[in-house]
């Protein structure tokens, strides 16, 4: 519901939540209650916009009329009898006013008639009121449903926006006389009722239509496309004849060989049975290892097929991928200039890394990748998934277009099962990145994958929009700043992390910022989904969205460790969950694994990350359960960062015990309190930077530390920028002798520490290549105090992933197998 600024119209739809009747009808059949001829004043009459409307308005109209029978001293449109708002108060709308006052006006208000009371008013209008509602409900029981609200559309936008322009004017200015108090009130209500009256127009379309940027959801308002609704529609439009290479007579002559090979059909339309269900619930899978010639070291996992190997085509051709048209002709053009770029032979289609990626995801398989690198592949495995998710939204999409035709044609009263080609709800495919930059480039990708040989460009909406709001400015980037390499491609171009659009294709067009009931892509940011999914207990919340994602991509998810993790956590939980509202579906064509609320067990899940980390195992572990089973690359690191240490430094690591991974934290504090800063605590040892990467474990030393009264300062991702600068002067003069330093506050800023002399690594680092380069930081200041340089490490046999990534496998096997707790080791020694 869409509210004028300061009230208005839209406040006063709000507070009285009616429905005006939409039913054509014969002047006599209808007599007006005296308090709406009042309101809308003598050359108003409801009767013109009586129009056709669907069953479902005429439901709500005549349950909302039902409701306010029901309510004792109302008036005819939910308020207090004989009641009038006030111009001198600010209006309440809806969702601020208490649950028994929604619907409306609050506050005990002057009579119209100052010689009458409200009791005597009521008692000598409630007869005239109860027959009048019978009157209109009998009325709506005999309107015949039609479908002409699209002449109607235009006219009601027009309307709409010059009845919330002349709203706004009794609201700025303060009722000093009563008599134009009055004429105000009375104006607002006939632009009250004409609105009420289109609003049942529109509501199905509304209740039917999420608004992805509603301002309590986000900081600002964003844009939702409501003009293109008809034109991507999957219910009203139908498959259009296509020309030259993909015919209507070749399409049929190729059905058979598609529905027996395409990996599409074959995921989809396969039923599973209870007993399998059954055994994925329980997690009884089997595992076994392969080995490819790119992706290396793989686990395959599945429980219901039986572990075959299947290895990467050595040739891709693209007939046997069974890509949709036109992705099988503009896929060669448009990575051919990724190939250039990386010198890559242009003889195939696919680098090396894709072939195989895009094998297993062809195959529908769950895939964890975490050799993910910002500078190297990050491009590749991004045009990679945008293939695939296009790919599988065309063919989703065909055979509903192509069904369409098919019931068109059939005869009326025939129910055919081989029509079930949809879900619950509309958006198959769920694409999560982490900055605005990285959604940019998708649909960037999706573009330019639709446009075919020809120099017509594909119709894109809003696409000037679009890249207003998810570009950058090339001059907002402050100059002379020096960051490393990876840092500078993960933070290129709009890093905003609150966002979320709808993407919709249909045929030859795209449709951006439709809303969410109406697209086939969602593309969001972890932040941008846990604003519109909400909490439990929270009244304005949706998640139906999700009930039938198909295909879930989560790119660069170890950003996502740095940004909240709680919200991949909460988006998973959310996950095809059968729906609240049926959304206007068609139950006669959802597949029954929808309604059987078997989602989960044909979603793919695709997780990228740049790392191998026990959180992203744990979502890919226990929160995918496709039954075509899951692959995970699992490559050990042979060598560690710390030998690209480059000063010359001894690495003490220290081995803390713990029985469980619950309380190794505690441990960890006890250990460090108890054993290391006690070696610290010296004068001598002054210049030590505390490196954190838990954001709690900081506040912990924190608080110890300032209970102690260590002398000691503090740099964190909340500390203000005048704070940064204080301390990382105090520490570097030594007027500080500790800084505690968080892992998140150096993955956003990447300063340079100057002044350090003795390191401690509280935990692992969750990157490695930050192991190197906090050490790295002490030859900022070289001094000559080389030999008095330190640093300890403190780890846990929770961390081998962590110290695998530090020091290499070999390594890690055996300090964690020692019967030591302490390993030294040593770099940039003179040879």
């Known amino acids: 519901m869409r509210c004028a600024p300061g009230g208005g119209a839209g406040a006063f739809r709000a507070r009285r939540g009616v429905t005006s009747p939409q039913g054509r009808a014969d002047a006599s059949s209808l007599e007006t209650p005296p308090r709406v001829t009042r309101a809308l004043g003598a050359g108003f009459s409801p009767l013109p916009a009586l129009l056709p409307c669907r069953a479902a308005a ?12 029901l309510l004792p001293g109302r008036g005819w449109h939910g308020e207090a009898a004989g009641a009038r708002p006030s111009a001198s108060r600010p209006q309440q709308t809806a969702e601020e006013a208490p649950p028994r006052l929604r619907g409306a006006a609050s506050g005990p208000r002057r009579p119209e008639n100052s010689d009458q009371s409200s009791s005597e008013s009521d008692a000598e209008n409630e007869s005239e009121r109860v027959s009048d509602y019978h009157k209109l409900l009998a009325l709506l029981k005999t309107v015949p449903g039609t479908e002409e609200e699209e002449d109607e559309d235009e006219s009601e936008e027009g309307d709409e926006s010059e009845a919330e322009s002349n709203s706004e004017g009794p609201q700025e200015v303060g009722g000093t006389d009563e008599e134009d108090d009055e004429s105000d009130v009375l104006g ?24 992805s940027g509603d301002p309590k959801h986000g900081a600002i308002e964003e844009f939702t496309d409501v003009k293109h609704e008809s034109e991507f529609s999957l219910e009203t439009n139908f498959m259009e004849e296509e020309s030259g290479d993909y015919s209507t007579a070749e399409r049929e002559s190729s059905s058979s060989r598609e529905v027996s090979e395409d990996p599409y059909r074959a995921h989809m339309n396969k039923e599973l049975e209870k007993k399998e269900i059954e055994n994925i619930s329980a997690c009884s899978k089997t595992t076994s290892q392969l080995k490819w010639p790119t992706l290396g070291q793989l686990v395959f996992s599945s429980v219901t097929q039986k572990l075959k190997t299947f290895k990467p085509d050595k040739e891709m051709d693209l007939e046997r991928l069974h890509l949709h048209k036109p992705l099988d002709s503009t896929w060669p053009k448009v990575n051919s200039q990724l190939l250039s ?16 990626l895009f094998c297993i995801m062809n195959l529908y398989k769950d895939l964890l990748y975490p050799e993910r690198a910002p500078l190297g592949n990050g491009e590749e495995i991004r045009q990679t998934y945008c293939l695939h998710a296009l790919n599988h939204v065309l063919k989703a999409n065909a055979q509903v277009l192509s069904n369409n035709a098919k019931r068109r044609d059939q005869k009326l009263g025939v129910d055919n099962d081989d029509f079930r080609d949809q879900g619950l709800t509309r958006p198959k495919v769920l694409i999560v990145v982490p900055f605005r930059e990285s959604a940019l480039r998708v649909v960037q990708i999706f573009i330019s994958l639709l446009e075919s040989g020809s120099k017509k460009q594909i119709d894109v909406s809003n696409k000037k929009r679009f890249k207003g709001e998810f570009g950058s400015d090339p001059d907002e980037k402050p100059p002379n700043l020096k960051r490393p390499e990876d840092y500078e491609a993960v933070f290129a171009g709009n890093i905003d992390d609150h966002f979320r659009i709808g993407v919709a294709v249909l045929q030859k067009s795209m449709r951006l910022y439709a809303p969410f009931y109406s697209s086939d892509i969602i593309i969001a940011s972890p932040l941008g989904l846990r604003t519109v999914i909400g909490a439990e207990g929270e009244k304005k919340r949706d998640f139906d969205f999700l009930s039938s994602i198909e295909i879930l991509i989560i790119d660069q998810a170890d950003i996502y460790l740095m940004q909240n993790w709680e919200h991949i956590l909460h988006l998973m939980n959310h996950l095809n969950l059968l729906p609240l509202s049926p959304h206007g579906v068609d139950f ?94 010296d004068a001598v040892m002054s210049h030590t930077l505390i490196y954190v990467p838990s954001y709690f474990d900081y506040v912990r030393l924190r608080n110890y530390f300032k209970k102690e009264e260590l002398n000691f300062t503090y740099a964190c991702e909340y500390t203000k920028k005048s704070s940064i600068s204080r ?46 380069e906090i050490c790295n930081m002490m030859k900022a200041t070289n001094n000559g105090e080389e030999a008095t340089w330190t640093c300890t490490v403190l780890y846990s046999k929770y961390d081998v992933q962590k110290l695998a990534a530090v020091v290499g496998i070999e390594r890690a096997a055996q300090m964690l197998q020692s019967d030591k707790s302490v390993h030294l080791f040593v770099t940039g020694e003179n040879e």
Not at 58 to 69: D, W
Not at 638 to 646: A, E, L, Q, R, Y
């Open 58 to 69: 005429v439901k709500r109209l005549a349950a909302a009329c039902a409701s306010l029978l």
């Open 188 to 211: 607002q209500e006939e632009v009250a009722a004409k609105d009420t009256i289109k609003q049942a127009l529109g509501q199905e379309q509304a209740d039917e239509t999420h608004n």
């Open 341 to 356: 770029m990386l010198n890559k032979p242009s003889d195939s289609p696919f680098t090396l890394l894709q072939r195989e």
């Open 588 to 681: 006669s064509r959802v597949r029954m694994l929808n309604l059987n609320n078997w989602s989960k067990y044909y979603r793919q899940t695709l997780l990228f990350s740049a790392l191998q980390d026990p959180q992203i195992n744990s979502i890919f572990n226990k929160h995918c359960f496709n039954y075509r089973g899951q692959v995970a690359v699992r490559n050990v690191p042979m060598t560690g960062s710390i030998n690209h240490v480059v000063v010359q430094l001894p690495h003490v690591f220290r081995r803390l015990e713990s029985d469980s991974l619950v309380s190794v934290i505690d441990a960890r504090f006890q250990f460090f309190i108890d054993k290391v800063l006690p070696e610290y605590r």
């Open 727 to 772: 301390a990382r002067q105090f520490f570097f003069k030594g007027e500080r002798q500790f800084l505690l330093f968080t892992e998140r506050f150096h993955f956003y800023k990447r300063y340079t520490i100057r002044g350090i002399r003795n390191l401690i690594f509280y935990e692992l680092p969750t990157y490695s290549h930050f192991y190197s």
